[in-house]
């Protein structure tokens, strides 16, 4: 089986918008606990990925966003679960000033931009396919 994945890269004032993830998620030990990542989730049955990154970025940080152009997909096979990830990742625009963001703290303790990964601090800690994203984003 195969589960697909939408992810936003946003683009703000301030640099790349990220979200650091919560350790405990719905009851359940996080996957990369307070790593960084950027919005984004599991697609519905009913919608499209790109329909998925709006709705993902909207539930987890009350913004609109226009999801525009797929500058990444990865693959990953989760044995445990005995299922293959694939996640396309979107560019976007905020349709909404950054301002407005209200985190989901559930998912989610921080936020934070950042405008290229040479200025990222060392000891906070990026979902793997984020690095390799915003090394090639610039």
């Known amino acids: 089986m195969t589960t697909l994945i939408a992810h936003a890269l946003i683009a703000t004032p301030a640099g790349y918008l990220l979200l650091q993830r919560t350790p405990v998620e719905r009851g359940q030990s996080n996957i990369y606990p307070l790593f960084w990542d950027i919005p984004g989730g599991r697609t519905q049955p009913h919608e499209t990925a790109r329909q998925a990154a709006k709705r993902e970025c909207l539930e987890e940080t009350g913004l609109h966003i226009q999801?525009?152009?797929?500058?990444?997909?990865?693959?990953?096979?989760?044995?445990?679960?005995?299922?293959?990830?694939?996640?396309?990742?979107?560019?976007?625009?905020?349709?909404?000033?950054?301002?407005?963001?209200?985190?989901?703290?559930?998912?989610?303790?921080?936020?934070?931009?950042?405008?290229?990964?040479?200025?990222?601090?060392?000891?906070?800690?990026?979902?793997?396919?984020?690095?390799?994203?915003?090394?090639?984003?610039?």
């Open 67 to 138: 999801p525009t152009t797929i500058i990444g997909i990865t693959t990953t096979y989760d044995q445990n679960q005995e299922q293959r990830f694939t996640r396309l990742i979107f560019t976007a625009h905020l349709l909404t000033p950054l301002t407005d963001l209200k985190l989901n703290t559930a998912e989610h303790g921080r936020y934070a931009t950042c405008t290229s990964l040479a200025t990222w601090p060392a000891d906070q800690q990026l979902v793997p396919y984020l690095r390799n994203l915003l090394t090639t984003a610039n």
